[in-house]
C-alpha cells in the first residue's frame, strides 16, 4: 500500500441496522496494527475512509462497544458517503475500492 504520510491510527466499525442500535467498533490500533486493519479492510473491498479526529475518539473505546451518541452524526455523514459510493460503483461499473 503507498502512503504519503504514515498511519498513526485506525479503527473499524461494523453496523447492521437490523441488529445493532449503533455502530460497533470491532478493531482499533496504532502503527502496525492501524497499517493492518487498512490492509484487511482494502483486500476485502471494505470502504476505508481517513478521518484522525474520529480514529483518535474511537481509539479510547472499547472493542465490540457502541460507538456514543455524540459520534452518531458525524459517522451517519460518513456511512452515506460509502453507501453513495456504493450506489455509484453498482451503477457505473467504477471500482473505487483496490
Known sequence: MSKEKE???AAALK?????DIAPV?????????AENIIKKAV????PV????ALSEVLST?????EIPPE???VVAE???????LDSKYERDGVKFFD
Open 78 to 84: 460518513i456511512l452515506a458517503f460509502v453507501i453513495n
Open 49 to 52: 475512509v481517513v478521518n484522525s
Open 25 to 33: 467498533l470491532v478493531a482499533k490500533g496504532s502503527g502496525y496494527v
Open 71 to 73: 459520534l452518531y452524526q
Open 43 to 46: 483486500e476485502n473491498n471494505i
Open 7 to 9: 498511519i498513526k491510527q
Open 61 to 65: 473505546l472499547e472493542l465490540g462497544s
Open 15 to 19: 453496523y447492521d441496522p437490523d441488529k
